[in-house]
């Protein structure tokens, strides 16, 4: 089979279940950027005014936190798939060493989906005479045989979108002037987080106005705490 080109189509080149793990990092990886860094330079603002002092903690703060998270979701998802794969193991040795067993265990799960017992066995059989590890795989672990989560993608995902999240901060604390600079920026993060709680929450089919209750509530905590503490120090 030849490779596909670089110009197909995405869904072509990622398996649904790909792109939504995709998606999920980018998501979370722009909003902890936005608070993340959001606390850090508000919290520099109240301790000083210096604009070259918060635009350098403000972007340490997002370097640093962009290779934390793209090198965290690389190893979350590496162990995610070496977990897959291991149980693609387990499981093809517990067809070869005890098929009935597996027919049976395929057979019950058709039955509490409904099937009446004799057209249970009879799906569960047909099943695994064609595809026995794919269709046993995928009704015990929920895994798709061969598609596995590359755990590039949700890091470069994860570490892009975190230092696009973050520069909404930083670019809001150094172009709004005194004495707006502190409370403009928290205002600019609170409705960034409005947007990306929602995305999150509809992505996860949550209810969406819980997720962005949540997500800028935990904004302002960071930044309110940040921001004492910066000006108790400052």
Do not use: C
Not at 137 to 156: G, V
Not at 167 to 176: N, V
Not at 184 to 210: D, E, F
């Amino acid at each position: 089979m030849k490779a596909l080109s670089a110009s197909a189509p995405l869904e072509h080149r990622f398996h649904l279940s790909e792109r939504l793990n995709i998606i999920r990092a980018g998501v979370l990886g722009a909003n902890d950027g936005i608070i993340s860094v959001a606390g850090i330079v508000v919290g520099v603002a109240s301790a000083h005014q210096n604009q070259y002092t918060i635009f350098l903690a403000g972007i340490s703060g997002m370097l640093a936190g962009a290779f934390s998270m793209g090198g965290g979701e690389y190893v979350s998802v590496s162990t995610q798939r070496d977990t897959q794969k291991s149980m693609m193991r387990l499981q093809k040795e517990a067809i070869q060493n005890e098929y009935d067993a597996e027919v049976s265990s395929l057979q019950r799960t058709y039955e509490s989906k409904g099937l009446p017992t004799p057209l249970a066995h009879q799906v569960a059989s047909a099943f695994m005479q064609k595809d026995s590890l794919d269709i046993t795989l995928r009704e015990k672990y929920n895994i798709e045989l061969h598609h596995y989560f590359n755990p590039w993608h949700a890091a470069f995902s994860s570490f892009f979108s975190f230092m696009l999240g973050s520069l909404l901060p930083i670019i809001a604390i150094l172009a709004i002037p005194y004495p707006f600079k502190v409370s403009g920026t928290i205002g600019s993060i609170v409705l960034a987080l409005i947007a990306t709680g929602y995305t999150s929450a509809s992505l996860g089919h949550a209810n969406r106005l819980k997720g962005v209750l949540r997500n800028v509530l935990t904004g302002v905590l960071t930044m309110v705490v940040t921001y004492l503490i910066g000006g108790s120090i400052g």
